[in-house]
């Protein structure tokens, strides 16, 4: 280690011997400094030292005449510091103890600073040795207003937590609150629904139905079904309208032992004999109306399912009569193609008969792409000896007389298809038009 000491204001510094002939600066009074080799410093604590051999020229800079960290290191210091601080303030409304005791002791030690004997400790754990007076300060200031910060941010988070504390306690007060309600007013709709039923058993209905209705009106009740189902059995045995769509809607078999043994069907049944007698009444009342119209029912779905066949025999007989005349239009377009055909081929061969064409051996006419007409020539083997642009002039000269015939209005859509005796294509009409015609070179 090289020791010495500053000319300026006489701070003591020590560095490592590798720094020896670097140049670097006080890190009290900032002064510039070159630090001496070893063995050539002579050090004064009370004044300022004079190194007995002179420097060398070299004076390149060393940040560790600084007494500082690293930047690596002091960059790693301040973000653990910042994510402390973030992650101080973020807890606050779930563990409000933690930035408030962080931030306590963040002003504990800016006290401490100020104290003499306890200063070491606030400059060991806020990282402010080695640096000058108003560095110092500034950042005791600084670590202040962050301990000041967490301090607050812990108060308000004791805060929050007890609101949500008491927020929480008047929900379930509440709850509690609703839930005695409840048991309160099932408890009161159970008794309205048992007096209920009591009055229809002993045959007082206006009084069982006021009843019922009270219980369906109880607030904060859940369990009042059965104070509705008792409602609507007591209106329906009242109702002739309501009555008379369940006898409508009854099977044949029940609604004959309605008719003439007078008994309800288990549809208009309610199980309390003051209810049955009175729907009983308005169903024999009924019946001979609702016979009529369930008679009358019954005609119209037989009609209906009459109109129905009818309509299907109708439909079926159409497509009978629309198919025959599809196979009928077939058949004919059919016999006109073949008639057609037959013409042209006629037309064609008594064309080539006349001009006494020897070339060619037979003839054939189809259609392509359905509107294009293709004569097929099979040409005898005297073709072959034949020079290619005599043969090119015989196949333009055999399409002309096929496309005057076949297609006089549009010449391309007539084609031509030169064979030889075994069927090997060996010239014709191209892709592109009836009227550009090859034949096979020499």
């Known amino acids: 280690m090289i020791e010495f000491t500053c000319s300026k204001c006489g701070e003591r510094l020590r560095v490592q011997d590798s720094a020896a ?6 890190p009290r009074c900032r002064v510039s400094l070159v630090v001496p080799q070893p063995g050539a410093v002579n050090i004064e604590i009370a004044g300022p030292a004079t190194p007995v051999a002179a420097p060398p020229p070299v004076v390149s800079y060393d940040p560790r005449l600084h007494h500082e960290l690293p930047n690596q290191q002091r960059q790693k210091h301040r973000r653990w510091v910042a994510l402390l601080i973030v992650g101080a303030i973020l807890s606050s409304p779930f563990i409000p103890k933690f930035p408030l005791w962080l931030g306590i002791g963040i002003c504990v030690l800016c006290i401490a ?6 200063r070491r400790i606030p400059e060991s754990l806020l990282r402010l040795k080695n640096r000058s007076g108003w560095d110092r300060g500034s950042r005791v ?8 910060i967490l301090i607050t941010s812990g108060v308000y988070g004791f805060q929050m937590k007890d609101a949500m504390a008491e927020a929480a306690a008047k929900r ?48 904060h009740a859940t369990a009042n079904n059965k104070a509705r189902q008792l409602v609507g059995m007591i209106n329906r045995a009242k109702d002739v309208n309501a009555v008379r769509k369940v006898m409508m809607d009854l099977r044949d078999e029940e609604f ?9 069907p288990p549809q208009l049944s309610s199980g309390y004999d003051v209810l049955d007698k009175l729907t009983k009444e308005i169903a024999v009342g009924q019946t001979d109306t609702v016979a009529a119209a369930r008679e009358q029912r019954r005609l119209a779905a037989i009609q209906a399912q009459k109109d129905a066949e009818e309509r299907a025999k109708r439909e079926a007989e159409a497509a009978r009569k629309a198919e025959e005349e599809r196979v009928a239009r077939e058949a004919a377009a059919r016999e006109a193609a073949k008639a057609e055909r037959k013409r042209l081929l006629d037309s064609y061969i008594a064309v080539l008969t006349a ?14 792409a359905g509107d294009h007409w293709e004569a097929t020539l099979t040409v005898k083997n005297l073709w072959h000896v034949r020079a290619y642009q005599i043969r090119l002039q015989d196949a333009q000269t055999l399409w002309e007389a096929w496309a005057s015939i076949a297609s006089p209005r549009n010449r391309d ?5 030169i064979v030889d005796l075994r069927g ?6 191209r892709l592109l038009a009836g009227s550009l015609i090859w034949v096979q070179k020499d």
């Open 21 to 26: 002939g670097r140049q670097g600066a006080c």
């Open 113 to 118: 600073f100020f104290v003499g004997p306890l």
């Open 141 to 148: 200031v600084m670590y202040a207003i962050l301990g000041g």
């Open 172 to 219: 379930a007060a509440e709850e509690a609150e609703r839930a005695r309600l409840t048991t309160e007013a099932n408890q009161k709709v159970s008794e309205l629904v048992a007096t209920a039923i009591q009055k229809l058993k002993a045959g007082d209905v206006d009084s069982a139905k006021q009843s019922a209705e009270a219980a369906t009106r109880v607030p």
């Open 256 to 264: 004959q032992i309605l008719k003439n043994e007078q008994r309800l």
């Open 355 to 368: 001009a006494n064409v020897q070339l060619v051996d037979s003839v054939s006419v189809g259609t392509i």
């Open 413 to 417: 859509k007539a084609r031509i298809k």
């Open 424 to 429: 090997n294509e060996v010239g014709g009409s």
